[in-house]
């Protein structure tokens, strides 16, 4: 019975490990677009390459420095010709003008960003339709939109994706913006006033920033939840001790420096972005506000198709939103779980844990989000501690009474699990 009982920690521990890595990794690939803006407009309507062109020259003889951007429209069931056979690959093409490499994160299989204006890159499965092979295809020739392109780059992935760059002085409206404002965290409100400013038309503008933090918000549940397990045995231990005021001050130290670490771990203090504060938290209309900015930037994805860069983006926000809360179950099942730690104990699920924790980052080698956070890595460990030190303080400060006595410095959460 021991033994099976001891599998089923094991079994829960894995698919707690599992769901709160994914939940990061998840939300790490939201926060590649972090501080940026997203605007929009209606076919038919946009901004030109030529237009975004005189707009960066104006700024730039003004002595400002233009933030980081990239139009962005994107062509479907396009054919693409190589040079070997007639037949061409059916695939995705993502037009661009701008920081391309901030817009579109992906692995190179061989070769980069094309750094001229006749360079273009595809990904794996263009590649092997058309010549065969993904390795030795840089240099070679690709037909589209009636233009000769030079492949530069292969990226990972076979969903039929290439991406080319446009001439400045192309005037033809692209129907999608990206704007890096993360300098000053302006926001929406932020493009909205820098393309009236240069007279440029105001779209649809989704703040990215805005569901990134909140992704944030969803994958720090795990550690919030052990986070909160430590504070409120603190606080039950402070104020038991009200009263005996030396015992008080003898353990006062251990508690803070208990406190300290393991909010460290937990990544304390959280902060929120100022533009996501009211200046009264009474202000209805600020709250309606941006709950109705959370909707419209959820909507815009179902709205028209979305480009390869707005499904990455909401992949990895939908995937964080999906796993927080079961990460979260699952991890508090499992803290009331396990019995009280020991030297021993801590020793080994510590191992196992970061065991654990390896393979998952072994088997993700190959993605951009693969790296967990600090506090995956050592806020278990620094909670089983805690725990190990709260439990042998109160065994210190009441050695010669019997357990049901000394039970009363425990936590309520840690006396109920015992007498389960």
Same mark, same amino acid.
């Given at each position: 019975m021991?033994?099976?009982k001891?599998?089923?920690?094991?079994?829960?521990?894995?698919?707690?490990?599992?769901? +709160?890595?994914?939940a990061?990794?998840?939300?790490?690939?939201?926060? +590649?677009?972090?501080?940026?803006?997203s605007?929009r407009?209606?076919?038919?309507?946009?901004?030109?390459?030529?237009?975004?062109?005189r707009?960066l020259?104006?700024?730039?003889?003004?002595?400002?420095?233009?933030?980081?951007?990239?139009?962005?429209?994107?062509?479907?069931?396009?054919h693409?010709?190589g040079?070997?056979?007639?037949?061409?690959?059916?695939?995705e093409?993502?037009?661009?003008y701008?920081?391309?490499?901030?817009l579109?994160?992906?692995?190179?299989?061989?070769?980069?960003?094309?750094g001229?204006?006749?360079?273009?890159?595809?990904d794996e499965?263009?590649?092997?339709?058309?010549?065969?092979?993904?390795?030795?295809?840089?240099?070679?020739?690709?037909? +589209?939109?009636e233009?000769?392109?030079?492949?530069?780059g292969?990226?990972?992935?076979?969903?039929?994706?290439? @991406?080319?760059?446009?001439?400045?002085?192309n005037?033809?409206?692209f129907s999608?913006?990206?704007?890096d404002?993360?300098?000053?965290? #302006?926001g929406s409100?932020?493009a909205?006033?820098?393309?009236?400013?240069?007279?440029?038309?105001?779209g649809? !503008?989704?703040?990215l920033?805005l569901f990134?933090?909140l992704?944030?918000?969803?994958? !720090?549940?795990?550690?919030?939840?052990?986070?909160?397990?430590?504070?409120?045995?603190?606080? @039950?231990?402070?104020?038991?001790l009200?009263?005996?005021?030396?015992?008080?001050?003898?353990?006062?130290?251990?508690?803070?420096?208990?406190?300290a670490?393991?909010?460290?771990a937990a990544g304390?203090?959280?902060?929120?972005?100022?533009?996501?504060?009211?200046?009264?938290?009474?202000?209805?209309?600020?709250?309606s506000?941006?709950? #109705?900015? @959370?909707?419209d930037?959820?909507?815009?994805?179902?709205?028209t198709?979305?480009?390869?860069?707005?499904?990455?983006?909401w992949?990895?926000?939908?995937?964080?939103?999906a796993?927080?809360?079961?990460?979260?179950?699952?991890?508090?099942?499992?803290?009331?779980?396990?019995?009280?730690?020991?030297?021993?104990?801590?020793?080994w699920y510590?191992?196992i844990?970061?065991?654990?924790?390896?393979?998952a980052?072994?088997?993700?080698?190959?993605?951009?989000?693969?790296?967990?956070?600090? #506090?995956?890595w050592?806020?278990?460990?620094?909670?089983?501690v805690?725990? +190990?030190?709260?439990?042998?303080?109160a065994?210190?400060?009441?050695?010669?009474?019997?357990?049901?006595?000394?039970e009363?410095?425990?936590?309520?959460?840690?006396?109920?699990?015992?007498?389960?």
């Open positions: 021991r033994r099976l001891q599998a089923g920690l094991c079994v829960l521990a894995l698919c707690t490990l599992l769901l +709160w890595y994914s990061e990794a998840a939300q790490k690939q939201a926060a +590649w677009f972090d501080g940026s803006v605007v407009w209606e076919e038919g309507a946009g901004v030109s390459p030529c237009q975004i062109g707009v020259d104006w700024q730039r003889e003004d002595g400002g420095t233009p933030p980081p951007l990239a139009l962005w429209k994107t062509h479907e069931n396009q693409l010709y040079d070997l056979h007639p037949a061409p690959a059916a695939g093409v993502l037009e661009y701008g920081e391309i490499t901030r579109l994160p992906c692995r190179f299989r061989s070769g980069f960003w094309p001229d204006r006749q360079g273009c890159v595809i499965g263009i590649a092997y339709f058309l010549w065969g092979d993904a390795e030795d295809v840089l240099g070679r020739t690709l037909r +589209w939109n233009e000769t392109w030079y492949v530069r292969v990226m990972e992935g076979t969903s039929g994706l290439a @991406v080319f760059p446009a001439e400045e002085t005037e033809t409206p999608g913006l990206w704007l404002l993360s300098a000053d965290s #302006s409100l932020g909205e006033q820098l393309l009236q400013k240069y007279q440029l038309p105001v649809t !503008a989704t703040d920033g990134v933090w992704s944030g918000v969803m994958a !720090a549940l795990p550690a919030v939840l052990l986070w909160g397990w430590i504070m409120l045995r603190i606080a @039950v231990r402070l104020w038991r009200r009263y005996t005021r030396m015992l008080l001050f003898l353990t006062l130290p251990m508690l803070a420096a208990g406190a670490a393991v909010s460290w304390f203090p959280w902060t929120v972005p100022e533009r996501f504060l009211p200046t009264r938290w009474s202000d209805g209309s600020f709250w506000e941006l709950a #109705s900015s @959370v909707l930037g959820v909507l815009t994805m179902f709205r198709p979305p480009a390869p860069w707005e499904v990455v983006f992949t990895g926000f939908f995937r964080c939103a796993l927080a809360v079961p990460a979260g179950i699952f991890l508090w099942l499992t803290a009331r779980t396990l019995p009280r730690p020991t030297s021993k104990s801590i020793f510590s191992l844990w970061w065991a654990g924790l390896l393979g980052v072994w088997w993700n080698r190959g993605t951009l989000y693969g790296g967990p956070s600090i #506090s995956v050592v806020l278990p460990p620094v909670w089983m805690s725990n +190990w030190i709260l439990d042998r303080s065994q210190w400060l009441m050695p010669k009474t019997n357990s049901d006595e000394r009363m410095l425990y936590d309520p959460v840690e006396t109920e699990q015992e007498t389960l």
